[in-house]
C-alpha cells in the first residue's frame, strides 16, 4: 500500500479519538461543515488522517487498475484486424495511459509521490481492479472489455465525479467523458461480431459469457461484506453502494444484450417490482478472493510486466534527470556569469 | 489551394483529440475515389503506397511500445506518434488503393512480404529505448522534409494528406530531438545506448533518399527523395553536433524494400499484423 506522507509540522493524532490540538479542532470543524454542505475537500484544507489515507488507497488502486488495464488491450493492438479498429484500440489504450497520469496527480495532492505510488504497484504491495488479471484470448474481448468492463467502470465512477475531495471530483470528469466513448467502441466491436459470420458471433458470445462474472464484481464485495463502504459514504466520496451499482449495471447489460441479439450467462436476471431493483444469480465470491489474493489466471504475467517495463526504463528516467540537472546547472552558471558582468 | 471543400473532410475527425478546421479522413479519401472525385493514376498509387507502407510498418512498430514505455509520459507521446502514423498509412493506402479498387485493409492484410514497399529503416525492432528513438529521429528528419514538400504536389489528395501529416511530424521531430539530446548528455550509460542505437539505424538512412524509374515517372506529384538529403544532413547535423555525436562512420546497408526486397524482421511483422484478419477471410470487423 502507498504510504500517506503527513505534510510538515502536522502530526497527526495516532487515534482519531485522542484530544486534537486547536488547530486539528477547528481544521475538524471546517471539515466537517464542508461535507455536511457537501460542498469540496482542496488539497490546502485541513482533512482527517483517515480521510486522507481512505483517499490515496482509493485513487492510488484507482491509478494502478488504469496503468495494468492497458496490459489486456495492448495484447491485440499488434493483431487489431482492420486499421480502422487497431486506430481506436491505440487510442483507447493511450486514453488509459493518460487517466492513470491524471489520477496520480490527484493522489500526489495528497501528499505521497507518483514514484512511491509506482514503487509500491511493482512490489506486489498494491492492489488494482482483479478484472485486469483474466486474459484476453480472442478479439472478441476487446468489445467485451470495452462494454462490459469499461461500462461497470462508468457506472463506478460518474458517481465519483462529485466525491468530496476535488481533484479526484475533476480528475473523474475528464476520465469518465473518455471512458463512455471506450464502452461505444466496445459495444461497436460487439455488434459488428454479432452480426458478422458464425464464428465471429460465437467468438463475441464466449467473450461476453467469460467476462460476465468477473464485470460484475468490480463493484466489490456484496455491502454486508464491504468493510470500507460505509465511511467511504459519510465521508461523500462513495454515493452509492456497491449492490446498488451492481444492480444498475446488471439493467444496463439486460437491455443492451438484446440490441446486440446475445445472450447474457444468468438465468437469474430480473427487475424486482416491488423493490424497483434489477437483480441477477450467484457470484462466485470466492474465485474473487483467490484473484484479489494474488491467483488468478494473470496477476504474475501482469506484475512482471509493469516490473520489467519500469526497470527496462530505469536508465531512460535516470539520463533524463541527469540531463536536466546539467542543463539547470549550464543555466545557473550562465545567470552567474551576466550577474558579475 | 483550399482542399476542404473538395475533399470534403470534417472537424470529427480525431478519436482522440478535436481537430479544429478542417482534418482529412481516410473515410473522406474513400468516399471521394468511390464518388469519382479524386483516384489516382498507376504511377501516384504506387508512390502513394511506398509512403503508406513506411508508415504503416513504423506504426505497427510503435505500437508495440504502449504498455512498455519507461515513463507513463512515454507511453503516451510514442502512442501519439504510432496513432499519426498510423493515420497517414490509411489516408495513403486507401487513396493507392482507390485505383486498384482495393481496400486500405485489402492492402494491408492481404499482400505478402514482397508486395510491401516500406523502406527497411521501419521494419528494424525498436530494440531498447534509444533504439526507438535513433529511428524516430532518422524517420522524423527524412518525413518532415517529404511531407513538406509533398504539400506541393500537382496531386491535390496526396497534396492534402501531406499538409495535415507534416504538422503531425513536426511534433515527432521534436520529440526525437529532444530525447537524442537528453541521452546522449544524460549519463554515460544512456550516451553508450544512444550511440548503439545510431550504429544500429543509421545504415538505413541511405535508403530513403535514393530516387528509382518511378519517382521520374510521377513528376511534380511527388518528391525527389535524394532532393531532400542535403536538408536532412542539415538538420540531422546540427543535433548530432549539439549531442557531440558522430554518425560518419556507419557503412550505408543495402536497400530495396521500395522493389520488395526486404530485411528478415517483414515477414514476422505481417505475420503478426495479418493473422486475425487472414482467419477470417471477407469477414467484417
Known amino acids: ?341 | 489551394m483550399d482542399h476542404s471543400s473538395s475533399l470534403g473532410g470534417d472537424a470529427s475527425a480525431s478519436a482522440t483529440r478535436i481537430t479544429p478546421g478542417f482534418a482529412l479522413r481516410p473515410e473522406d479519401i474513400a468516399l471521394a475515389a468511390e464518388q469519382g472525385t479524386a483516384t489516382p493514376g498507376g504511377d501516384v498509387a504506387d508512390y502513394a503506397l511506398r509512403l503508406g507502407d513506411d508508415a504503416l510498418i513504423l506504426a505497427q512498430r510503435l505500437g508495440h511500445w504502449i504498455s512498455r514505455a519507461p515513463e507513463l509520459e512515454e507511453d503516451v507521446a510514442l502512442g501519439n506518434i504510432a496513432l499519426d502514423q498510423l493515420g497517414h498509412a490509411r489516408s495513403f493506402l486507401t487513396y493507392a488503393g482507390s485505383a486498384w479498387g482495393k481496400s486500405e485493409d485489402e492492402l494491408a492484410y492481404f499482400r505478402h512480404e514482397p508486395e510491401f514497399r516500406s523502406a527497411h529503416l521501419f521494419e528494424q525492432p525498436n530494440g531498447d529505448f534509444a533504439a526507438t528513438i535513433a529511428r524516430q529521429f532518422i524517420a522524423a528528419n527524412y518525413q518532415f522534409p517529404l511531407y513538406r514538400e509533398l504539400s506541393k504536389s500537382t496531386d491535390p489528395m496526396l497534396a492534402a494528406i501531406a499538409a495535415k501529416a507534416v504538422k503531425e511530424v513536426d511534433y515527432h521531430l521534436d520529440h526525437s530531438t529532444q530525447w537524442v539530446l537528453r541521452l546522449a548528455g544524460g549519463t554515460e550509460e544512456s550516451r553508450r545506448r544512444m550511440e548503439a542505437g545510431l550504429a544500429l539505424m543509421w545504415p538505413f538512412v541511405g535508403e530513403l533518399f535514393e530516387d528509382d524509374p518511378l519517382i521520374a515517372k510521377v513528376g511534380d506529384a511527388g518528391v525527389v527523395p535524394s532532393s531532400l538529403k542535403e536538408e536532412f544532413d542539415r538538420s540531422t547535423g546540427a543535433v548530432l553536433a549539439e549531442a557531440e555525436l558522430d554518425v560518419s562512420g556507419h557503412p550505408m546497408a543495402t536497400g530495396g524494400g521500395r522493389l520488395g526486397r526486404h530485411s528478415e524482421y517483414l515477414g514476422f511483422i505481417l505475420a503478426e499484423m495479418q493473422v486475425l484478419a487472414r482467419e477470417f477471410p471477407g469477414a467484417g470487423w
Open chain 1, 1 to 341: 500500500m502507498a504510504r500517506n506522507v503527513q505534510p510538515a509540522g502536522q502530526p497527526a493524532p495516532q487515534n482519531a479519538m485522542e484530544a486534537l490540538t486547536p488547530e486539528d479542532a477547528a481544521g475538524q470543524e471546517n471539515f466537517d461543515r464542508i461535507i455536511a454542505k457537501d460542498s469540496r475537500v482542496e488539497p490546502k484544507d485541513w482533512m482527517p488522517e483517515a480521510y486522507r489515507r481512505s483517499l490515496v488507497r482509493q485513487i492510488s488502486q484507482h491509478a494502478h487498475s488504469e496503468i495494468i488495464g492497458m496490459q489486456p488491450e495492448a495484447n491485440w493492438i499488434t493483431r487489431a484486424p482492420s486499421l480502422k479498429r487497431k486506430s481506436i484500440l491505440m487510442a483507447k489504450v493511450q486514453d488509459e495511459a493518460g487517466h492513470g497520469l491524471y489520477l496520480y496527480s490527484a493522489a500526489e495532492t495528497l501528499g505521497t509521490t507518483r514514484d512511491e505510488m509506482m514503487d509500491a504497484l511493482v512490489a506486489g504491495k498494491a492492489r488494482y481492479s482483479s478484472i485486469f488479471n483474466y486474459p484476453t484470448v480472442t478479439w472478441a474481448d476487446m468489445g467485451a472489455i470495452g462494454w462490459m468492463v469499461d461500462g461497470a467502470a462508468i457506472c463506478n465512477q460518474v458517481p465519483l465525479c462529485r466525491a468530496s475531495y476535488g481533484p479526484y471530483g475533476r480528475a473523474m470528469v475528464r476520465v469518465c467523458k473518455e471512458e463512455s466513448f471506450h464502452q461505444r467502441q466496445g459495444f461497436e466491436i460487439l455488434l459488428e461480431l454479432a452480426n458478422g459470420t458464425p464464428a465471429q458471433r460465437a467468438m463475441a458470445q464466449d467473450a461476453v459469457n467469460r467476462w460476465y462474472a468477473p464485470s460484475l464484481m468490480m463493484f466489490g464485495p456484496p455491502d454486508d461484506d464491504s468493510p470500507n463502504s460505509k465511511q467511504s459514504m459519510a465521508w461523500n466520496i462513495k454515493r452509492f453502494s456497491n449492490d446498488e451499482l451492481r444492480s444498475r449495471f446488471v439493467g444496463m447489460l439486460a437491455e443492451q444484450v438484446k440490441v446486440l441479439g446475445l445472450t447474457l450467462p444468468d438465468d437469474e436476471i430480473r427487475f424486482n417490482e416491488d423493490t424497483k431493483k434489477w437483480e441477477h444469480g450467484p457470484l462466485d465470491w470466492e474465485e474473487f478472493k483467490e484473484v484479489l489474493a494474488g491467483r488468478g489466471p494473470c496477476n504474475a504475467q501482469r506484475l512482471e510486466r509493469r516490473r520489467s517495463a519500469h526497470a527496462d526504463g530505469a536508465w531512460v528516467r535516470e539520463a533524463a534527470a541527469a540531463y536536466a540537472a546539467k542543463q539547470a546547472a549550464k543555466q545557473s552558471s550562465t545567470n552567474a556569469q551576466k550577474a558579475a558582468a
